[in-house]
């Protein structure tokens, strides 16, 4: 996947991501880095999979932000 591809996927789901969690503080984890996971781009998701592994290696703590299809929890999240 083209770099600024992924880089506009990647805003428009952060931006997703970060209005669910103003409005959910108990959601959200200090000292984490989110990597987005969409419900519906393998290839994007690849991508950021990648990236969440390099992440993780350098000893930082990942945590997974799987997008959902359910209205009332439109994320969950698992540590990688």
Not at 26 to 48: C, G, P
């Amino acid at each position: 996947m083209p770099t600024k591809i992924q880089i506009i996927k990647n805003l428009k789901l952060s931006e997703k991501l970060l209005n669910y969690l103003s409005e959910n503080p108990r959601e959200n984890k200090e000292d984490v880095s989110y990597i987005v996971i969409t419900k519906n781009d393998s290839a994007l998701n690849k991508a950021n999979l990648s990236i969440a592994e390099s992440i993780a290696k350098k000893g930082k703590k990942v945590v997974k932000a799987i997008e959902t299809s359910n209205k009332s929890t439109p994320w969950k999240f698992a540590s990688l």
